[in-house]
Structure formats: C-alpha cells, structure tokens
C-alpha cells in the first residue's frame, strides 16, 4: 500500500522533499520579487481560480500553458476570505492583491472577488516549470523507494 511505503521511507522521502521544496521555493520568491507572502496570496488565488473540482481529470503540461482562465469556473475568494485562510494581516492581503493587480496577474470583478488571469500564466511560465521538475523529483523519489 502506498501510505506504508511512504512510513516506511519517511527519512528518505523527506529529505528529498525538503531539498527539492526549498529550491523550488527559492523559485517561487524569485518570481514574486522576494516577497512570499505575495507569492502564497497569488497561490490562494490560485487555487480558487483552478479548483480541484473544476479541473480536467488529465490535463497536460502543454494544455495548461496553453488554456485561458475563462474556460474554467473559478470559485469566489475575496480578501476577508484570503486573509482568513492564510493568517495574513487583511490589511497586508489587501496591499498584496493591488501589487498583484497593478502586475496584471490577478483581476477583481464587480463584487470584488479575485482570479488569476491569462497573463499571470504566460509570465510566470518559468515558474510552473519549476513546480514540474518539483513534481518529477517527487515522482522519482517515490519511484525509487519501489514497492518496499
């Protein structure tokens, strides 16, 4: 079973986890100037703009550059709702969706929800190839640990 496999190579897996995470956190705080918190609210929104419910079970790589977020329904999130969430100050949140906003990668409609936008997509695209060769490390990390 592969909740024992992971027990059983915890140490191993773990340590990979946290080598291949902080680069890709690394990654992450590049793309967002250094700033973390922006990063983890453009994250929340995110998340809500590309639910899990919503998304195509198989959806590659190249089909996810190339989609648009009109063609998925986001689900609504506004700042009470990030802050809430993250344990970010309202105030900060709000600071951190307007730089978001004045980049162009995140827009609020008329009731002042938030979603991702198209061009949040095509600038952070050296970004999402660093979550894929985060995902591949993980992939063969537990690759490696077999059917132990």
């Known amino acids: 079973m592969a909740g024992d496999r992971l027990e059983r190579n915890f140490g191993k897996l773990h340590a990979l986890h946290v080598s291949a995470f902080t680069r890709h956190l690394i990654e992450c705080r590049r793309a967002c100037d250094g700033d973390l918190d922006l990063f983890l609210v453009l994250t929340i929104i995110g998340e809500r703009t590309f639910s899990p419910r919503f998304a195509p079970d198989a ?3 190249t089909e996810f550059l ?3 977020v009109e063609s998925v ?3 609504a999130i506004n700042l009470q709702s990030i802050a809430d969430y993250s344990g970010i100050p309202r105030e900060t949140v709000r600071r951190k969706v307007e730089q978001l906003i004045a980049k162009g990668w995140v827009r609020r409609d008329e009731l002042r929800f938030v979603t991702a936008t198209d061009q949040a997509n095509e ?3 050296d970004l999402t ?3 894929l060769r985060y995902l591949r490390e993980m992939e063969s ?3 490696a640990c077999g059917n132990d």
């Open 123 to 125: 600038e952070l695209r």
């Open 66 to 68: 190339e989609g648009t």
């Open 141 to 143: 990390a537990l690759a």
């Open 129 to 131: 190839a660093a979550t």
């Open 59 to 61: 959806m590659s790589h």
């Open 73 to 75: 329904e986001p689900l």
